[in-house]
Structures are given as C-alpha cells and as structure tokens.
C-alpha cells in the first residue's frame, strides 16, 4: 500500500472515530440536560393505557428488548396523554434488571409519572438516569472512539502550534483525559445509588483520569517548560522523521 493510501485511510479511520466520539459527548450532554431538568418536574398522578415489550433481533443470537408505554394524566385542570418511559436510548440486552422494575410498577392501573410544570405536554414515567448505558457510552468513548479524537487533537495542536509558536501540542494528553473523562463524574455525583459495582469502578476509573489531568493541564498552564519534550526525546523524533 502506498503511503497516500495509508494517509487516507488513516484519515478515513480518525475521522469516523471522531465523528463517532462526537456524537457520543452530545447524547451524554443532552443525557444528562434531560436528567437534571426531571429532578425540577412535578409528581402527577397517570393511569396506564397500555405497556409492551418490543424485542429487536439483531442476530440470531442476540435480541434487545424495548419496554414501551402509553399513559393518561391531568395536570392544572388539561388532560394529557404521555409515552415516554425513560431517558434512555434506544434498546438493549443489558438493563434488564430495571426494565423488569418498571414492568413492575407498570402493573399497577394508577402510577406516578413526572410532568415538566414549563410544558405540561412533556413528561416521563421513570426520571431516573439509564446508567447502564451511560456507562456503555462513556466506556465507548474512551476506546475505541476516543482513539480517533487523539490523533485529531494532536493534529489540530501541532498545527496551531506552528501557526503560533506556542507550546500547545504539550496539552494534548491531559486535554484529552479530562474531556473523555469528565463525564464519568455526572453517574458518580447523581446516580451512585443506582449503580452496580461494574459501573461503579469503571466510572471511577475515568472519573480519576480526568481530575488528574484537569490537575496536570492547570500545573502545565502554570509551568512553560512541563510537557516540553527533551532535548534527547527531539533528536529521536527528529531522526525517526528523516527515517
């Protein structure tokens, strides 16, 4: 393979990874808007229409399950109808335990639901966060999405740094830790009761990863010359360049 080729297709892979990651912060983001708009709503009071579970194969071996509903509420003397569960996205094979939960509660002929007192029209059944895919999501954007935002922030920081003359490619790494790991933070400080142990460790881990690094990019900030390759680390890239 030529080496156009293999920048294109390396250009090709960065860029779907990159796209990718960026999709995955903006569902997160609006995951948790979502999340932490219903902590504000109003209890009401709903009585079930209906509830199924829709099953999805995707193989022969594997099927995800969708808990669907319909519901009618009064909220300030105006009758609405509602069919919203959650906050999650799409089906899955993993939240089992929850959906059965709400299969549960959904038993019942009356239940609560939670109604956005800014438009009525708007509300949900279960308030709580999916954390089980948030989990999923926040571990795909480390790896392997967050394979190609590394390569592209580095590239993005080399050339400002050769439009400008600053030392901005030092902050790469810490940059990159703290803006993937950030959003482990959000489960921990808002849903920890709602988590397993799995969860629990990997959110951690990450949630670790981005305060060292928001540590590192504030003492890198501070300090010109930490970060800065060395002498000897610049004549081995020098000369693996020439190679």
């Known amino acids: 393979m030529s080496k156009l080729w293999e920048k294109i297709l390396g250009t090709l892979v960065v860029s ?3 796209l990718a990651a960026i999709a995955l912060i903006g569902l997160l983001a609006n995951l948790f808007f979502l999340h932490a708009s219903a902590q504000h709503w109003v209890s009401t009071p709903a009585k079930v229409l209906n509830w199924n579970i829709i099953q999805s194969k995707r193989s022969s071996k594997s099927s995800h399950e969708k808990l669907v509903v319909n519901y009618h509420y009064l909220y300030q003397q105006q009758e609405h109808t509602g069919s919203q569960l959650d906050f999650s996205i799409g089906s899955d094979n993993f939240s089992g335990r929850h959906r059965r939960q709400q299969m549960e509660a959904l038993r019942k002929d009356q239940i609560t639901i939670w109604v ?3 438009s009525p029209a708007q509300s949900v059944f279960d308030r709580s966060l999916p954390v089980q895919q948030a989990t999923f999501m926040i571990f795909f954007l480390i790896f392997p999405c967050g394979l190609g935002t590394l390569f592209l922030w580095v590239y993005l ?3 400002l740094q050769k439009i400008t003359g600053l030392q901005t490619e030092r902050f790469s790494m810490p940059f990159w830790f703290f ?3 950030m959003p482990a933070l959000y489960p ?5 009761s709602e988590l397993s142990t799995g969860p629990i460790l990997i959110l951690s881990v990450f949630s ?3 305060l ?3 540590i590192e990019l504030i ?3 501070f300090n010109p010359e930490r970060g800065r390759p060395k002498i000897a680390d610049l004549k081995i890239i020098t000369a693996i360049r020439r190679n």
Do not use: D, E, T
Request: aromatic content about 12%; hydrophobic content about 50%.
């Open 16 to 18: 779907v990874f990159s």
């Open 157 to 159: 920081l080399k050339g």
């Open 219 to 221: 003492r890198r900030l």
């Open 208 to 210: 670790i990863l981005a």
């Open 188 to 192: 921990l400080l808002f849903s920890f």
């Open 179 to 181: 803006l993937h790991g």
């Open 116 to 118: 956005n007192p800014q």
């Open 212 to 214: 060292c690094s928001l």
